[in-house]
């Protein structure tokens, strides 16, 4: 009988060994030491000030049942269209018009999210092995498709100088070096809200052609100034360049539990893009038909959204400029997102500051790794939400701001002066 279970034991070790898996999917699944101490904390029922909340859901954007019942279009039968219902793709092309761009619903193809779009782009366009350029900071999305793709990443500079901006240089030589096949530009940009201004779009449509590069334009983000002066056009419609715009319910209506986004795409190729796009999206058809129906009602109402989601952001932001002036913390740039980076004295690494922060105030803040920040700035940044409910944004920034006060007390305490 013992014999009998070893055999088993032995039989589920081998079967189901590391070596059944595939590297791809080999990610560490641990918490992070971060993430260990917020769970500690909550477990001990000390109160949290939740700065990286990002969900619209959950700090007061919703919409109500009777506008929610709008978004939701059923049909008895059956019809999946592989490139979305057409009623979706003619919305989602006037929307894309409305904001600037150029493109009609056959240059539209839909999905279930911004990031499964990123996938299909990255298949259609590569073979594995084949490698992409995204920007460094960023927001930490690429790593896990580029997986699941199997696509390299290779990193090009968001450059900062008291404003973000965008090196011809460092771009050129990452393009060398890197032989890219599609290079992603986010705009505006999470987490730093750098909009790309109309200089270098030349520069980055010049550097895609002459490389013979895909130009991949995430625009998520783009119906959110900060700043009124962040306000710059799609790109979508470009034809200089196979150009591929990315957006999104989740944030284009701020609802995230819609599961809908798109892609516009232009420029030489488009039309065999679109053609693989098809049968990429027919194998899984993953858009769900109900809310690709109620897309056209989602577009006519997410202004109003908007209207009230920028207006938490500016308010929250100069909560933020007004408490840390003349205190060690700079608020970094933000004309357009929702999002907000903070830079730290250099007493101690990011990680150090958000662990901090967390038990001596109780306060979550992302610490800047997680943008992939340190290995470009040598200041710590962290990274802050815009999107909370404004008193309690106000007590976060509070207990920020105050932890560093003491902080620098410490220090001049310390040096005897
Ligand atoms: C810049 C950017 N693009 C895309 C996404 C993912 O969007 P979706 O919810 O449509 O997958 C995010 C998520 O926060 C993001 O910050």
């Not at 009602?297 to 100069?318: I, S």
């Not at 740039?333 to 109780?362: C, K, N, Y």
Request: charged share 15%; glycine share 10%.
């Amino acid at each position: 009988m013992v014999w009998l279970q070893l055999r088993i034991v032995i039989g589920y070790g081998s079967l189901f060994g590391m070596e059944t898996f595939s590297q791809r999917t080999s990610w560490s699944r641990g918490l992070t030491e971060l993430e260990s101490a917020r769970v500690a904390r909550v477990r001990s029922g000390a109160p949290v000030w939740d700065l990286t909340c990002a969900n619209p859901t959950r700090q007061g954007f919703t919409y109500g049942r009777e506008a929610l019942a709008s978004f939701l279009g059923v049909a008895e039968a059956y019809a999946p269209c592989a490139l979305g219902l057409p009623e979706a793709r003619a919305a989602v092309a006037a929307y894309i018009c409305g904001q600037g761009g150029q493109v009609d619903a056959s240059q539209v193809w839909i999905g279930s999210g911004t990031s499964e779009l990123y996938w299909h782009a990255m298949t259609i366009l590569c073979d594995p092995g084949a490698c992409w350029l995204v920007p460094q900071p960023g927001y930490p999305l690429f790593d896990y498709v580029a997986d699941l793709a199997g696509v390299r990443l290779a990193r090009y500079p968001l450059a900062w100088d008291g404003a973000w901006y965008l090196q011809a240089d460092a771009l050129e030589q990452a393009v060398g070096a890197s032989g890219a096949r599609a290079l992603v530009i986010i705009s505006p940009h999470n987490p730093t809200g750098h909009v790309w201004t109309a200089a270098e779009r030349e520069m980055v449509v010049d550097c895609c052609r002459r490389h013979q590069m895909a130009l991949v334009v995430d625009e998520v983000f783009l119906d959110y100034p900060v700043d009124a002066s962040a306000s710059e056009p799609s790109v979508a419609g470009c034809e200089e360049v196979l150009t591929i715009c990315l957006s999104g319910a989740s944030k284009v209506a701020a609802f995230p539990q819609g599961k809908v986004a798109w892609g516009a795409v232009a420029g030489p190729g488009a039309e065999e893009f679109l053609g693989r796009a098809e049968l990429v999206s027919d194998t899984y058809l993953h858009a769900s038909t109900v809310i690709q129906a109620g897309l056209p009602a989602l577009l006519k109402a997410a202004p109003a959204m908007q209207a009230r989601v920028r207006a938490r952001c500016r308010e929250n932001l100069a909560c933020a400029r007004r408490r840390l002036a003349g205190t060690a913390v700079s608020v970094c740039g933000v004309p357009a997102g929702w999002s907000m980076l903070l830079r730290v004295p250099d007493t101690m690494d990011d990680i150090g500051w958000a662990l901090r922060a967390l038990q001596a105030e109780g306060v979550l803040v992302h610490p800047g790794y997680l943008f992939g920040m340190e290995s470009v700035h040598s200041s710590p940044f962290l990274g802050v939400s815009l999107l909370l409910e404004a008193s309690a944004f106000a007590e976060g920034i509070e207990r920020l701001a105050r932890l560093v006060e003491e902080g620098a007390d410490a220090q001049v305490l310390e040096g005897g002066t």
